[in-house]
Every structure is written in structure tokens, then in C-alpha cells.
């Protein structure tokens, strides 16, 4: 047996089976340990290469001894890597010398996956320095390998949920968390606050890069002023959208209990209730809002401290009104508003690992999905601690649906029936004529409903009474139709719960308005009790809902780079048709293919290649698809004719990854290891010299002949090798995503040859290669989802949920909901610590 395994996997399976066997003496704690996944093949292998060494021990004597870092690793680094990666020194931020014990080095799993590949493909050491012996070779890949792919994941050191730090909230999040606590829209870049984006922060919520300065903390007085003028409706009408005033007029009116019947008036006078007295009043408006604005997280006396200044207000003679705005104002610039905040546990030691509480996993997950503020149902749930009850759920949950109605229901103003499902109290089924229309849902499948929550036209609420509610088991109401409820009575303004004396059971389900009503309902919904969790449920009913697209706006454009696309370098003095109405097209069809991914729940292999894309009458034409008409965006499905299908594909990423006249193989396969594979190549040499576009030489008659003699040299050779051929395949898209056969008279060579031996030739044979590292892009895709929703960067200790995460995901057809559903329940999601950098009480 010894002579049939090679040193490196014999080496490799012991260390498996070291952890099978630790495994099986440890005890197991069922509440915390990771998932246990099928034992690979190796340790099977160890069990008898075990069993064999204890029944002949005379044999075990041949099996070379395991390579440790001290013994074999840290002479060969510094041998012949230190002299550039040192503590002097540092070429690309690397250096050994500090990496002084095997503890040490078990932390850099992250840079040795990046030194395997450039050992592997001899890019290390670089040309120029006396290559590795193929016994340095040998035993630095084995030793990497062994660190990298044998983690034992219930040893300690591996289960570190990261430093707790404070959480400032992103321009983003601040923006959004206002709508939701407000009511209307808001960008506070109105009064300077600054983007947060950029190098070493792609997605603009890291927390180490989210500090606060008096600048601008200035700024978020002149914004809660802003905000304020805007709520309490002082703001001029002509400053800001009328959508948007309409939006906080009417928050206003349900917060002060205004009066509905002047809701066109554009502003109110700020009063308390008649017989209330005023500091009883503003108690009354307080308590709840706080809640809201602390998120679930506000403490007994939080209320009092902030009393304290309505009574200020009041002792220096200030009106109801401007006393309520000074005691929203001190609200809107707390520490506990601006920052996300889980302070640490006295009773607890410095370090220790705990559980987040029901309302600190609200707050994650509300901010992981939506980008803001958890809402009212998940405020409900922490607060109950039902949040993280284990076993089946007893609460009913909304359930998901595709929008159905009957004909003639597009009103003057569009086709707007799906508004009544898109949570938003503002919009409104309006129908376009007095006669009644019914709108509903089909769920799917046939469910349990025993719960219905619906709202009306705000102002008109009374347009509902005589309205029905009904379930059926077909689609057009001919058969099975049950009265769910009538409404008998005018509904109370916002959201109306009722619930049903017994479950009915019903795929499709319809609102029919009364005769003569236009509609004029708001949202509808059904409920009732489905599988899982409540967690479960509760990552299932926000990513269905509207506010995940942050998930596409915030993680996924910007992950790919396509917020970038408004200022690519494609100019239209080199090609007039990149009008920007077709940048913008693609740029809308990249963000509705993800979206699509989300809301579908399709597969994450399908940013790699796809049956569908989406287009308009105008794109369609720039990419030569089937014929579109409108200015719609509409789902197509792609032919191999096409040359489509997947992120590259588009449009978008080859004119992001192009230069101003021409493509850019450099670029395009730049991107590819970056985004795609989480492989950046490092920053070229300052003194390299850029490839000009006037160089001609009568032996160079291509740019690919001129870019490969700007490869030969070799300080750009070992990068140019892995980015150029990947770059090259894609060569038949123009520098503007246009399919070309030739360039100029000349036909393209989409040839190439990786490092691996990997050949390509054009567009299908390179989607073909990403297919087959579809490991690679998974775990990218997980690393940089986990760093998303942590809001920070990962770490060695991370390695373990990244693999537990992407393995689930590759038993569930790598489903998007599993990535998302994964991430939530790993560990370093539902766990913190106590540390220094945690607030030990923070005051509003």
C-alpha cells in the first residue's frame, strides 16, 4: 500500500484521519458543533493505513514523516523568498520573516491558496531568481496543500466569530434605514455626507472603514434637520420630489393622527391630542419610535433621557411642535441611531464566545438583506425570542406568490395590480373605470391559509366595504370558491389583521372589490403555517420581498464592478452606438439578471452561463437577438447563435473591461481571475510601460502581436500568461460587447493556452473552463457574500463556515436562497464576542 500513495496524499490522508478519530473521542455538543459532511475518501484510507501500521509495525517505518512548517517550509521561504518578502521589504504586502511558528502559519491559509497556483505555474520565484529544486517544489506544494484543504473544524482556534466592532451605519444604510422609519425617501449626499466606497471597501459597510469624524458628525445635523423639515412638513414645496412629500405627509398623519380628510393640505400644525396633556402626549409618540429607531435594542431609561429634552424645549418656551422635533433630532444623531450597536456583556470575559440575542440577529439579518432597519414582524418575533426558536414554527407566514387578475384590469396609469403586492401603503390597484376587478395570487401550490392582512386606499379606505376575499383551486374562481371575508365594515387606515375562524385550504386567492370602487386597495396578503424554522421562514419571506434588491443594488453590482459602467472608458467618437440610453440598458439588463436569480431562486452557476438574458427593443438590436419591442426590459431566451449567456455575455462587463478605441484581453482577463475566481493578479511593476497605440513595426501586425512581445518581458510574463489567453477568448466581443467575426479585415485569434494546460478558443470554450472551476467562483461568490454580511474582512478562522457554506450550497444545486441561508446560519453570523471595541453602554 505505501508504495501505491504518493508522499503528498499519504501525508494529506493522515491528517484526515487524525480528525475522523478526534471526531470520534470528542464529544459533541448537538447545539454548537458545524455541520458533519460525508468523510472524504482519504480517511478511509488512513483508518486502514492505521490498522495496517499497528499489524505490522516493521512496515510503518517507509511512510515518511509529516512535513511541519518549522521543520521543512520556514528554511525554504527564507532561502528563497525572503530577499523580497521581508520585514523591509514587503513585495506585495507579504512578509514571511513575521510568520515565526506553525500556529502562525496555520493563520495564512489565505496566502498560501494564492502561493499554491503561483508555485504551481512557476511564477514564484520570479524570472530572474534560481528556480525552486522539484524537492522545494515538492514539499512547499504539499505543506500548502495540507494547510489549506485539512481544517480541523472543531478545534477552537478555527471557531472565532472575528473581532465585535462597532458598526457605523453606511451612507446606504443610513439612507434607507430613514425611509424606513419615515416613510419617505431620502439621500443625505443633499447635505455632503460622503460616499463610503472604495478600495479595500467594495460594498461601503466595512466597519473598520466606518469611523466618524466632527465633519461629519456635523453632517448628520444638517441632515436630521433635513429630515425633520421634511416629516414635519415645513420643507418648501418646490426643494424636494412631490412623491416624496407625499410620502412623509402622509407617515405624519399617521403618526400625529391627523386629520384625513385635509390630506392635501401641505402642512399641519403639531398638537397634542385634545385632553392630553403635552408631556403625556409626547411620551405617547416617543416610545414607539424608539423602539423603531433603536431597533429593538433601546433600554428602560432610553425614553426618559430622551423626555429630557422635550421638557428643555418646553422650560424655554418652545411650541408642541418644536419640542417634538428637538426630541426627534437628539434621536436621529444618538450613537444608538447611527451606529449598530451590541454592547458587551459585563457578566461575561473578556473574548468569550456567546449567541447574539434575538434582537442583534434582527438587526444582522435586516441590514445583511435589506440594508436597514429590521421591521415591524421582525421586531415582533425578536422580542419574543422566537427568532432563534428551535423546531418547527407555529407563527404564520406570508406566503409568496405570482400576481394573477382578470382581464381589463390595466388602469390610465399602467399596468399597476402588482402594486397591491409590493408592501408599499402608497401604491394602489386603480382601476380605470368604476366597473370592479379582481386581483389575486396564485401561491403555487395548494396552502393552509389562516391569516389575511390587507389595506385600503389611504383616505378612501371606506371604497372597501363590500369587498370579498376569496380562495380557489383553479385559477379562473370557476370551481371550489370559498368566501375568506367580507368586508362589512370601513377598515381603520394602514395595515388590517383578520384572522380566519378555520384554515382553508387554496392555491389561488383574489380580492374583488365592491361595484363602483375602482379598486382602491393598497396591499393584500396571505398567511398560514409553512416548514421550517422561523429563522428559515424569515430569510425566505425578506428575500422575496421588494427591499432585498439591496442584495442586487449594494452586494452584486458592486461585487461585479458594474457600478462602474456609467464612466467606462468606451468612448462614442469610437463607436457612435454606444448611445448612453444602450449603457444604460446594460447596466439594467445585468441588474434584472440578478435580481432574476434572486427572486426565482435559480441557480448561482448561472452568472457563469445562462439560457436567458434581458433586453429591450434597442438592445436587442445592438446584440442582434430576436426581435423586442419596447423599452421595457423583457426575459429572452438565447440560442448558441446568440453568443450570450452569463455575466460575460453582456454587454455591460465587456465595455467595463475595454479601453477607450479598443478591447482590452488584459483587462477582460484581469476581471475574470479578480471577480470572478478571487485570483487577483498583483498590481504590475511601476516601470513597465504601457502598450501605445502608434507603435508600428512591420513584423507586428496585430495588437495581439503587440501585447504578446509586451508579455515577453519578464517581469510581465508570469501574469500576462493567466490573464491574455482568458482575455483573447473573449476577443469576438468588440470593445462595446458586439459580436465581430473580424477586426477590421483581419479574423480574430481567440486562441490560448493557460498556465494549467487548459487550451481556449473563444467565447464557449472559456465558459466551459469557468464550469469546471465552478469550486473557485463558489467560494469567491461565498467569501465575498460572508464579508458582505459580516461587514468585514474574513480571516483564517473564517475558512471553516466558507467551506461548510459552500459545500450545502453544492448539495442544493448551488441554489441562491442556500447561499443566503447558509450565511445566516453560520457562525460567525449568530455569534460574537466580547472585546475592547465593543461599547459597554452607549446613551441616546
Not at 520573516?97 to 496555520?106: G, H, L, Q
Not at 409590493?422 to 403555487?444: E, M, Q
Not at 428575500?543 to 462614442?572: C, G, M, N, V, Y
Amino acid at each position: 500500500m505505501g508504495a501505491s500513495l504518493s508522499h503528498l496524499h499519504f501525508n494529506y490522508c493522515l491528517v484526515q484521519f487524525r480528525l475522523v478519530f478526534k471526531r470520534l473521542l470528542s464529544p459533541i455538543n448537538i447545539l454548537t458543533a458545524p455541520k458533519v459532511y460525508p468523510v472524504h475518501p482519504c480517511r478511509f484510507v488512513g483508518i486502514v493505513v492505521v490498522v495496517f501500521c499497528v499489524t505490522d509495525n516493521s512496515r510503518c517505518a517507509s511512510f515518511a514523516e509529516e512535513i511541519t512548517f518549522q521543520k521543512q517550509i520556514a528554511p525554504i521561504l527564507h532561502r528563497r523568498c525572503a530577499s523580497c518578502h521581508n520585514a523591509e521589504e514587503q513585495e506585495a504586502n507579504i512578509d514571511f520573516s513575521a510568520i515565526m511558528d506553525d500556529r502562525a502559519a496555520t493563520r495564512q491559509r489565505k496566502l498560501w491558496r494564492k502561493a499554491i497556483t503561483r508555485i504551481e505555474t512557476d511564477e514564484m520565484p520570479p524570472a530572474g531568481e534560481m528556480p525552486l529544486t522539484p524537492e522545494e517544489k515538492q514539499d512547499l506544494l504539499q505543506w500548502m496543500k495540507q494547510s489549506v484543504e485539512v481544517i480541523d473544524c472543531n478545534d477552537p482556534a478555527n471557531r472565532d466569530p472575528g473581532s465585535n466592532l462597532l458598526r457605523r451605519l453606511s451612507l446606504v444604510e443610513y439612507n434607507r434605514t430613514v425611509r424606513d422609519l419615515f416613510g419617505f425617501e431620502y439621500d443625505a449626499t443633499a447635505v455632503g455626507m460622503p460616499e463610503e466606497l472604495g478600495e479595500g471597501n467594495p460594498f461601503g459597510n466595512l466597519a473598520a472603514a466606518l469611523d466618524i469624524s466632527p465633519v461629519l458628525m456635523d453632517k448628520y445635523f444638517a441632515a436630521a434637520d433635513q429630515i425633520l423639515d421634511r416629516f414635519l412638513g415645513t420643507e418648501l414645496s418646490s426643494s424636494v420630489d412631490g412623491n416624496i412629500q407625499e410620502q412623509a405627509r402622509v407617515r405624519r398623519e399617521q403618526m400625529f393622527g391627523l386629520d384625513s380628510g385635509t390630506w392635501r393640505k401641505p402642512d399641519y400644525e403639531v398638537v397634542p391630542p385634545m385632553g392630553v396633556a403635552s408631556r403625556d402626549a409626547a411620551r405617547a409618540l416617543l416610545v414607539p419610535f424608539l423602539r423603531r429607531a433603536y431597533r429593538g435594542q433601546d433600554a428602560d431609561d432610553d425614553a426618559d433621557r430622551v423626555l429630557a429634552v422635550f421638557d428643555q424645549a418646553q422650560s424655554q418656551g418652545k411650541s408642541y411642535g418644536d419640542s417634538v422635533r428637538w426630541m426627534f433630532k437628539a434621536i436621529l444623531v444618538s450613537p444608538k441611531f447611527l451606529y449598530r450597536v451590541e454592547p458587551n456583556q459585563p457578566a461575561r470575559s473578556r473574548g468569550e464566545v456567546f449567541l447574539v440575542s434575538d434582537q442583534e440577529l434582527a438587526v444582522r439579518l435586516s441590514y445583511f438583506l435589506w440594508s436597514s432597519m429590521p421591521d415591524e414582524e421582525l421586531l415582533d418575533l425578536a422580542e419574543r425570542k422566537q427568532l432563534t426558536a428551535v423546531g418547527p414554527s407555529n407563527e404564520p407566514v406570508k406566503f409568496p406568490g405570482r400576481v394573477i387578475t382578470g382581464p381589463g384590469s390595466d388602469s390610465h396609469q399602467g399596468n399597476n395590480f402588482e402594486k397591491v403586492f409590493d408592501g408599499d401603503l402608497l401604491t394602489i390597484l386603480d382601476g380605470p373605470n368604476a366597473a370592479s376587478y379582481w386581483v389575486g395570487l396564485d401561491l403555487g401550490q395548494s396552502q393552509p391559509i389562516q391569516r389575511l392582512r390587507y389595506a385600503g386606499r389611504i383616505g378612501m379606505e371606506q371604497r372597501m366595504v363590500g369587498g370579498t376575499f376569496q380562495g380557489s383551486d383553479s385559477a379562473d374562481f370557476s370551481t371550489n370558491v370559498v368566501d375568506l371575508w367580507v368586508v362589512t365594515d370601513q377598515p381603520s387606515r394602514g395595515w388590517v389583521t383578520r384572522n380566519l375562524e378555520s384554515s382553508v385550504t387554496a392555491r389561488y386567492v383574489r380580492y374583488v372589490p365592491p361595484p363602483n370602487s375602482f379598486g382602491n386597495i393598497a396591499e393584500f396578503e396571505v398567511r398560514g403555517l409553512a416548514a421550517g424554522t422561523v429563522l428559515e421562514q424569515q430569510v425566505r419571506r425578506m428575500l422575496a420581498d421588494p427591499r432585498a434588491k439591496s442584495l442586487t443594488e449594494i452586494f452584486a453590482l458592486h461585487w461585479l464592478q458594474i457600478h462602474k459602467l456609467p464612466t467606462a472608458r468606451p468612448s462614442t467618437e469610437f463607436f457612435p452606438e454606444f448611445s448612453p440610453n444602450v449603457r444604460q440598458a446594460m447596466f439594467d439588463e445585468t441588474s434584472l439578471f440578478c435580481e432574476t436569480l434572486r427572486l426565482e431562486d435559480r441557480s448561482v452557476l448561472e452568472f457563469l452561463d445562462s439560457n436567458d438574458t434581458f433586453v429591450n427593443e434597442e438592445l436587442a438590436r445592438y446584440y442582434g437577438l430576436p426581435e423586442v419591442t419596447g423599452k421595457e426590459l423583457r426575459r429572452v431566451s438565447l440560442l448558441p447563435e446568440h453568443h450570450r449567456g452569463g455575466l460575460l455575455g453582456m454587454g455591460s462587463v465587456l465595455a467595463l473591461t475595454s479601453h477607450t478605441s479598443r478591447t482590452s484581453p488584459t483587462l477582460r482577463g484581469k476581471w475574470i481571475l479578480e471577480v470572478l475566481l478571487g485570483t487577483p493578479p498583483p498590481p504590475p511593476p511601476a516601470n513597465v510601460s504601457q502598450i501605445k497605440e502608434e507603435e508600428k513595426q512591420k513584423e507586428i501586425q496585430t495588437f495581439r502581436d503587440k501585447l504578446t512581445l509586451h508579455a515577453e518581458n519578464a517581469t510581465c510574463a508570469a501574469c500576462h500568461r493567466k490573464m491574455d489567453p482568458l482575455g483573447f477568448s473573449l476577443d469576438n466581443f468588440d470593445a462595446v460587447g458586439r459580436w465581430r467575426e473580424k477586426n477590421g479585415d483581419q479574423l480574430l485569434d481567440v486562441s490560448g493556452e493557460l498556465p494549467t494546460g487548459e487550451k481556449l478558443n473563444g467565447f464557449d470554450d472559456l465558459k466551459h473552463v469557468l464550469l469546471a472551476r465552478k469550486s473557485e467562483f463558489v467560494r469567491n461568490l461565498t467569501e465575498q457574500m460572508l464579508n458582505y454580511a459580516l461587514g468585514r474582512e474574513l480571516d483564517y478562522y473564517d475558512d471553516c463556515p466558507v467551506q461548510q457554506i459552500t459545500s450545502t450550497l453544492q448539495q442544493n444545486d448551488f441554489q441562491y436562497s442556500t447561499l443566503v441561508m447558509e450565511i445566516v446560519k453560520s457562525y460567525p453570523f449568530q455569534h460574537r464576542k466580547n472585546t475592547e471595541d465593543s461599547l459597554q453602554e452607549v446613551s441616546p
